[in-house]
């Protein structure tokens, strides 16, 4: 049965669909984590609540980061409930303000005696032109310099866990994006939500890959991950998913193209408990197989620069001067604190 739940396609049974056969299978790795402590960001519902869900089945110790305390808190007791696990906490992180991402990460760092696996979930897609609490464009915001903040609280906690690793969701979608560093803040052009999506989520592998080269050494790994087409709420936002023609005609096609929320977190999940991948850092997974992404995602220039105006724009230090890295954002720099 098909509904429209939440402005979202959402399909009502538990039985396999159309989609999952498509899927990529399931993790291929039997991996536990007993005692592991694994941070998942927007794990209240999607891609995020299916990957907390089987962690907590493997043993993880689980900490679901979500700007909604009370969705939150129902998938927590869901998840305690099904797999007869204590250790799933709800914890509240809302990633479009870095006065939240900080308080949680203070908390996260004086609470927790370790860190050992950070799963940047979270997302938002083709949202109208919002900002964030600190005046970031919502999606470059979100996606893109909350996480970049939050895993750079984290790294100390991560490297003294030993063997860390930190997993970005990124997607097939940036293939087409640009980072335009002229107007990052879609300010100075007219506002396109889908190129705004597609460049936050190059953004995410641009991060990765110049994180993978900071970490060397360290025992921390980090990598990208496309985790294929889902039957998700993300696209609450998109005109498609709300209209009669796209669930009464659209739909039936869509239930080919898509696999569920449960194949969804596959890719995450194999990246953060396959021994096989020990070690490997700095990639981008399509799914569960290691791929290149696109060209513009190779760029060594593009990384560190990029690296550089988030390390100012989220207040933390920054290792260049560079005046050309100078923000042009109109950034409510009250909420943007130095850390010392
Ligand atoms: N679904 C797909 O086909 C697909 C394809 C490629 C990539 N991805 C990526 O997969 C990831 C998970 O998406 P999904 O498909 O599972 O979408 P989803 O069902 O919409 O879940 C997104 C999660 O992110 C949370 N979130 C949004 N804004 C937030 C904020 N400011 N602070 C904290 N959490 C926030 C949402 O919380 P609320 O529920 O409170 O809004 C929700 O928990 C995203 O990064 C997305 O870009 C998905």
Same mark, same amino acid.
């Given at each position: ?19 999952? @056969? ?8 039997? +991996?536990?984590?007993?005692?592991? #402590? ?12 299916? #990957? +907390? ?15 909604? /305390? ?18 799933? @906490? ?13 308080? $949680? ?20 897609? =083709?949202?109208?032109?919002?900002? #964030?609490?600190?005046?970031?464009? /919502? ?8 996480? $970049? ?23 097939? !979608? ?16 007219? @506002?396109?939500?889908?190129?705004? @999506? ?11 890959? %110049?994180? !993978? ?7 921390? #790994? ?17 005109? /498609? ?11 039936? $096609? $869509?239930?080919?193209?898509?696999? &569920? ?12 408990? +396959? ?5 490997? &850092? ?14 513009? !995602? ?5 990384? =560190?620069?990029?690296? %550089?105006?988030?390390? *100012?724009?989220?207040?933390? *230090? ?14 409510? /720099?009250?909420?943007? &604190? !130095?850390?010392?």
């Amino acid at each position: 049965m098909l509904g429209l739940g939440n402005g979202a396609l959402s399909i009502s049974c538990t039985r396999a669909r159309p989609g999952d @056969y498509a899927s990529g299978g399931t993790c291929p790795s039997k +991996a536990t984590v007993s005692g592991k #402590t694994i941070i998942i960001t927007g794990a209240n519902t999607g891609i995020g609540k299916e #990957t +907390a869900r089987e962690l907590a089945r493997r043993g993880g110790r689980i900490i679901m980061a979500c700007r909604d /305390m009370e969705k939150c808190e129902t998938a927590a007791r869901e998840i305690r409930s099904e797999t007869l696990s204590h250790h799933v @906490y709800a914890r509240h992180l809302n990633l479009a303000s870095l006065k939240s991402i900080r308080e $949680f990460a203070k908390k996260v760092t004086e609470e927790e005696v370790n860190v050992n696996v950070l799963i940047n979930n979270a997302g938002i897609m =083709r949202c109208p032109y919002w900002k #964030t609490e600190d005046g970031f464009e /919502m999606q470059f915001g979100v996606n893109h310099l909350g996480h $970049f903040l939050l895993t750079n609280l984290l790294l100390e906690k991560l490297k003294n866990s030993g063997n860390g690793r930190i997993i970005n969701v990124s997607s097939l !979608a940036h293939k087409v994006g640009q980072i335009d560093f002229n107007d990052l803040n879609w300010e100075k052009k007219k @506002y396109d939500t889908k190129a705004a @999506y597609c460049q936050s989520k190059l953004a995410n592998i641009l991060f990765t890959k %110049e994180l !993978a080269e900071r970490l060397d050494g360290s025992g921390v #790994t980090v990598n990208a991950v496309h985790p294929g087409v889902v039957n998700t709420e993300l696209g609450r936002h998109t005109g /498609m998913h709300k209209s009669n023609f796209s669930s009464t005609i659209l739909g039936p $096609f $869509f239930l080919f193209l898509v696999k &569920s929320p449960h194949l969804g977190a596959q890719p995450s999940i194999y990246l953060a408990v +396959a021994e096989e991948l020990e070690g490997i &850092s700095g990639k981008y997974f399509d799914v569960n197989k290691q791929k290149d992404p696109a060209p513009q !995602a190779l760029d060594d220039e593009t990384a =560190r620069r990029l690296w %550089e105006i988030s390390a *100012k724009l989220v207040g933390l *230090k920054s290792d260049n001067s560079d005046p050309q890295l100078q923000s042009t954002f109109t950034v409510n /720099m009250d909420n943007v &604190s !130095a850390v010392s």
